[in-house]
């Protein structure tokens, strides 16, 4: 899961320029071994994965103050930042239902952010969200785990039913390079040319720096390995 200011963090304060800057490098000097709709289609879908998040991000009202407010303003240092992503990632149970009680998993993730106005808080209530929506299989009911269905559905890991026709996802099939992209692990040559269909040298930023140059854009990126 995803907020907007870890987008911010990567692609400056302007995203969707920076990724449509991006795609179109990319479809018009990319990996040769893809097509041009190849291209575009690899970089249109970071651009929808984007307006997703802000229109999931503007469905939950930022407070002042809060965690989210604060990245988003860049009043935490470095280290804290990296402090804070490595504690959810520690933290963070799977699988977990989707939705509950009407309320999607992403949806509750971002409030968290959204109203949390320090980090105590934001760990109780992170912990709460991980307890509330984790997938207990020892209570799902015995006679339903033995249906033929339901052994139709253990051969899919992103989603299944329980009696209460709620649906959970596993953590582990989300796309890894996404995450360390955005986590700011995103810095080998092989990932860049896998995402953005661009060739690039672990000695050399320059091109990609070229791409995101402008006043949105971070001022350097590091992609060596």
């Known amino acids: 899961m995803i907020t907007l200011s870890s987008f911010n963090r990567y692609f400056g304060n302007n995203p969707l320029q920076t990724l449509t800057k991006i795609r179109d490098e990319s479809i018009e000097n990319g990996n040769p071994e893809l097509t041009k709709e190849a291209r575009?289609?690899?970089?249109?879908?970071?651009?929808?994965?984007?307006?997703d998040y802000v229109k999931l991000s503007d469905k939950v009202e930022l407070v002042e103050g809060s965690i989210e407010d604060k990245l988003r303003k860049n009043e935490f240092s470095e280290s804290e930042v990296k402090s804070l992503f490595k504690w959810i990632d520690e933290n963070t149970k799977s699988p977990h239902w989707m939705e509950?009680?009407?309320?999607?998993?992403?949806e509750a993730y971002i409030k968290v952010f959204h109203t949390s106005k320090n980090i105590d808080e934001f760990k109780t209530k992170y912990l709460e969200l991980q307890q509330k929506y984790l997938v207990d299989f020892r209570n799902i009911n015995s006679s339903q785990k033995n249906s033929e269905e339901n052994k139709e559905e253990a051969f899919k890991p992103i989603q299944a039913e329980?009696?209460?026709?709620?649906t959970y996802k596993d953590d582990s099939t989300r796309n890894e390079l996404v995450k360390k992209l955005l986590e700011g692990k995103f810095n080998t040559s092989k990932e860049l040319e896998l995402l953005f269909g661009v060739k690039f040298s672990d000695d050399d930023a320059g091109e990609f720096n070229k791409i995101l140059s402008s006043n949105s854009a971070p001022k350097s990126i590091d992609i060596k390995a």
């Not at 289609?41 to 984007?50: E, P, T």
């Not at 329980?162 to 709620?166: A, C, I, R, W």
């Open 40 to 51: 575009e289609k690899l970089g249109n879908s970071f651009i929808n994965m984007y307006k």
């Open 100 to 106: 509950v009680d009407g309320v999607s998993y992403d």
């Open 162 to 166: 329980s009696k209460n026709k709620e």
